[in-house]
C-alpha cells in the first residue's frame, strides 16, 4: 500500500475504533430514552462512577478488600460493580424517578443533570479525585499481527472496545428479543399506557433499565478508563456521545452503533485532514455540526422513529 | 386581610391591561425598586457586589434571554454559555477598536451582534425539535468557545488568549476596571437589567409574546391559526439572543473584568443558566430573577456554612458543594416543578384568602 492510503486507512481505522467508544456510551443514553423517554445526562457520569466503584474494588486499599480481607479477584469485583449499578438504579427509581413520572420531559433531563451532580459529588467524596489508573488485563498497545503483515498501525484496546461492543449488542438483542423482561421492556417503549394495562410493574421495567444502562455504562467506563485512567473528565464523554444519538436517532440501538462509527470517522478525518487549516482542535464541535447537517435532512436522525404530529 | 383587592375597580382599559393590576403587588413593586436603587448602592461593599450583586444582576439577565426562548417559545437551547461569550466578545472588540464609544452604546451593541449570531444558530429549529435541537444548540456551544479560543483577532493576539476590560466611564463616572466603585458598578447593571425587564415583560404580553406562546404550545396548530413559525422562532432567538448577549458583556465588563473562554463561557455556564430559569419558573420573569438569585447563593451559603460553620476542608466542601446543589436541584424538581414562580403565585393565593382558609 502506498504511504499516502495507509496513512488514510490507519485514521479511518482509528476513528472506527473511537467511534465504537462512543457508541458504548450512546447505547446507554438510548435504552433508558427508549423505555422512559427520559433523556439521561447522567449517563456519562454512571460510567465514571461504575469506573470508580470497580477500581475501589480492585484496589489492595480500597473499602471493600479491607472489609473482606484479602484483595478481590476481578470477577468478583466485576460482579460487585454490578450490584451497585443496580442498586443506584433502583435508588434512582425510588428517590427520584417515581415522583416525576407525569413531569415534561425537560424537568425529568434536569432532573438527571441534578442526579449527575450528585453521583460527582458522591465519587468524589467515596473514591477522590485524582486520576486512577485502571488495568484488568484489557492489552494495549500497537497490534504486532496488523503492524507485521500490512503495516498499519491499530490499537490493541480499540479492537477489543469493538469486539466487546459487538458482543453486547448482541447480548442486548438476545434479551429483548427473546427473554420475557425483553418483550416487557420493549412493550413499555411502544406503549407506556397500553403496558401498563396488561400489567407490566412501569416502576419495575425502569429499575431494571437503569440497571441495564448502569452495566452499560460499567463497560463504557471500564474501555474508557483503561484508555484513557479514571477521572473527572470520564464523565464528559457523554458530552461526546450526543451527537451519536442525534444522528443515529434517539430510540434506535443500530442507530447508536453506526452513528458512533460515522461520528468516530468523521471526526478523526477532519481533525486530520481539515484541523490543521483552521487552527486544530476542532474535534470538539466538528461531530456536532456533522450531526446538524444530517439533521437538517432527517430531523429524526438516520434510524429514529418517524416523527408523526398531529393537531 | 392585607392583601385583598376589593374595592379596587378598574376604570379604564389602562387600568385593566397594567402589568400588575392589584395596588399592593405595585406598591411591592415600586418599594423593591426604590430600595435597589436609592437603598442598596450607600450600604454595598466590595465583597457583596463582586460575590452577590453583580453576579445575580449579569445572570437575571441571562436567565430573562433564555426564559424568553425556552420558557416563552419552548426552544431549549443549551448554548447560553456561547452566546455570553458572543456578548462578552462583542463588547471587548468593540471598546479595544472604539474606545470613544460610550459603554451604554457597546452593551446595547453587543446584544444586537449576539442577537445576529443567534439568529443563525437558530435556524435548525425551524426543522428539528425538542432534545433534538437541545443538542444541536451545543454545536453552538462548543463552536463559538473555540472560535473565541483559536482565532487571534477576537482576543487581540495577546499572549494569554485572555480578554481584559480597560477602564471606562459613564456619564463621568467609572463602571469598570478594578478602580470602580462598587456603588457604580452595581447601579450600572441594575439600570440595564430594569429596563431589560420591564422590557421583557411588556414584550411576553404583546402580539410577538402571544406568537410565541402558541409556537410553545403546539406549533402545528399556531400555524393554523395564521402565526408564521420561520418568524415566531427566530424572532425568540434574536431576542433572546439579545439579553443573553447583554448579559454576557455585564457578566465580563463589570464583573469578571478578564476573562477566558473555557473557563468563563463553558458548557456549565449553559446548564447553570437553563437550572435558574427552571428553579425560578419557566415563562415568568419573575421566574428568572427568582432562579439567578437562588443559584447565586446557594453555593455561597453553602460555602460559608461548611466552611466557617462546620470547619470542612475546603477540598472536600467543594465536592460536598456539588453533591447538595444536585440533591437541591432533584428536591425542588419533584417539590414543585414548576418552580418558585408557581409558589409565589401559590403564596399570594393564600395570603389572599387569609386569615380565613375557605
Redesign the interface.
Known amino acids: 500500500m502506498g504511504s499516502e492510503l495507509l496513512f488514510f486507512s490507519e485514521t479511518v481505522i482509528s476513528g472506527l475504533m473511537a467511534g465504537v467508544m462512543y457508541s458504548l456510551v450512546a447505547l446507554g443514553f438510548v435504552l433508558i430514552f427508549k423505555a422512559s423517554g427520559i433523556f439521561n445526562f447522567a449517563q456519562g457520569v454512571m460510567c465514571l462512577f461504575a469506573a470508580l466503584a470497580l477500581y475501589d474494588f480492585l484496589s489492595a486499599d480500597g473499602w471493600a478488600s479491607q472489609l473482606l480481607g484479602f484483595t478481590i479477584p476481578l470477577w468478583l469485583a466485576i460482579v460487585l460493580t454490578i450490584a451497585v449499578m443496580i442498586v443506584l438504579a433502583w435508588l434512582i427509581e425510588r428517590l427520584v424517578l417515581q415522583y416525576l413520572v407525569k413531569q415534561d420531559p425537560i424537568i425529568l433531563f434536569m432532573a438527571t443533570i441534578g442526579l449527575a451532580y450528585v453521583l460527582e459529588g458522591v465519587g468524589d467524596i467515596l473514591f477522590g479525585s485524582d486520576v486512577k489508573p485502571l488495568d484488568i488485563g484489557i492489552p494495549q498497545g500497537a497490534s504486532d499481527w496488523a503492524l507485521d503483515t500490512m503495516g498499519l498501525y491499530v490499537e490493541k484496546l480499540e479492537v477489543v472496545a469493538a469486539v466487546t461492543a459487538a458482543l453486547l449488542v448482541a447480548v442486548l438483542a438476545v434479551f429483548f428479543q427473546r427473554t420475557r423482561i425483553g418483550r416487557a421492556l420493549r412493550a413499555v417503549a411502544d406503549d407506556h399506557q397500553a403496558a401498563l394495562s396488561v400489567g407490566i410493574s412501569l416502576r419495575a421495567i425502569w429499575v431494571i433499565v437503569w440497571s441495564v444502562a448502569g452495566i452499560v455504562a460499567l463497560v463504557a467506563g471500564i474501555m474508557w478508563g483503561t484508555k484513557s485512567g479514571v477521572q473527572f473528565s470520564l464523565s464528559l464523554i457523554a458530552l461526546k456521545a450526543l451527537p451519536v444519538l442525534i444522528l443515529g436517532g434517539f430510540t434506535s440501538v443500530p442507530g447508536a452503533i453506526v452513528g458512533g462509527l460515522i461520528i468516530g470517522v468523521g471526526e478523526k478525518v477532519a481533525e486530520v485532514y481539515a484541523g490543521p487549516l483552521v487552527g486544530g482542535a476542532i474535534e470538539n464541535w466538528f461531530a456536532y455540526m456533522l450531526a446538524l447537517a444530517f439533521l437538517l435532512f432527517r430531523p429524526q436522525g438516520l434510524f429514529g422513529e418517524r416523527i408523526i404530529e398531529r393537531v | 386581610m392585607i392583601y385583598r383587592e376589593n374595592g379596587q375597580f378598574k376604570t379604564s382599559y389602562q387600568a385593566d391591561q397594567a402589568i400588575f393590576p392589584i395596588a399592593q403587588d405595585r406598591w411591592f413593586v415600586y418599594a423593591s425598586i426604590a430600595a435597589a436603587f436609592l437603598v442598596v448602592p450607600f450600604v454595598i461593599d466590595d465583597y457583596w457586589a463582586n460575590a452577590v450583586f453583580l453576579p445575580f444582576l449579569a445572570y437575571a439577565m441571562a436567565a430573562i434571554g433564555l426564559n424568553l426562548l425556552?420558557g416563552y417559545c419552548g426552544q431549549?437551547s443549551l448554548g447560553t454559555g456561547g452566546f455570553m461569550a458572543v456578548g462578552a466578545y462583542s463588547t471587548f472588540k468593540l471598546v479595544t477598536l472604539f474606545p470613544e464609544l460610550n459603554f451604554i452604546v457597546v452593551v446595547l451593541l453587543s446584544g444586537a451582534i449576539t442577537a445576529v449570531v443567534g439568529v443563525l444558530f437558530g435556524i435548525?429549529s425551524l426543522?428539528?425539535?425538542?432534545?433534538?435541537l437541545?443538542?444541536?444548540t451545543?454545536?453552538a456551544q462548543?463552536?463559538l468557545?473555540?472560535l473565541f479560543?483559536?482565532?487571534g483577532w477576537f482576543f487581540n493576539y495577546n499572549a494569554t488568549g485572555q480578554i481584559t476590560m480597560p477602564p471606562l466611564e459613564v456619564f463621568g463616572v467609572l463602571v469598570t476596571g478594578p478602580r470602580a466603585t462598587p456603588a457604580a458598578s452595581y447601579l450600572f447593571c441594575l439600570s440595564f437589567v430594569a429596563v431589560s425587564a420591564l422590557a421583557a415583560k411588556n414584550i411576553v404580553r404583546g402580539r410577538i409574546g402571544r406568537s410565541w406562546m402558541a409556537i410553545r404550545d403546539?406549533d402545528?396548530?399556531a400555524e393554523?391559526i395564521g402565526i408564521r413559525p420561520l418568524e415566531a422562532k427566530l424572532s425568540a432567538f434574536a431576542v433572546s439572543s439579545f439579553y443573553v448577549g447583554m448579559a454576557g458583556s455585564l457578566y465580563f465588563a463589570v464583573w469578571l473584568g478578564s476573562a477566558e473562554p473555557i473557563e468563563a463561557f463553558g458548557?456549565d455556564q449553559s446548564?447553570l443558566v437553563?437550572?435558574m430559569i427552571?428553579i425560578g419558573g419557566?415563562g415568568s420573569i419573575l421566574g428568572s430573577f427568582l432562579g439567578a438569585a437562588f443559584m447565586v447563593l446557594m453555593p455561597i451559603f453553602l460555602k460559608n456554612f461548611m466552611v466557617d460553620g462546620l470547619g470542612v476542608e475546603v477540598v472536600?466542601a467543594k465536592?460536598?458543594?456539588?453533591?447538595?446543589?444536585?440533591?437541591?436541584?432533584?428536591f425542588f424538581?419533584?417539590v414543585e416543578?414548576h418552580g418558585f414562580a408557581r409558589l409565589w403565585q401559590i403564596g399570594k393565593e393564600k395570603l389572599r384568602l387569609w386569615p380565613f382558609p375557605h
Not at chain 2, 127 to 132: D, E, L, Q, S, V
Not at chain 2, 319 to 330: A, D, N, Q, R
Open positions: 425556552t431549549v435548525p426543522r428539528i425539535k425538542g432534545f433534538y437541545a443538542v444541536a451545543l454545536a462548543f463552536f468557545v473555540w479560543n483559536k482565532v403546539m402545528i396548530a393554523l458548557i446548564f437553563l437550572f427552571i419557566l472536600t465536592h460536598v458543594e456539588i453533591m447538595l446543589m444536585g440533591v437541591l436541584i432533584v424538581l419533584i416543578p
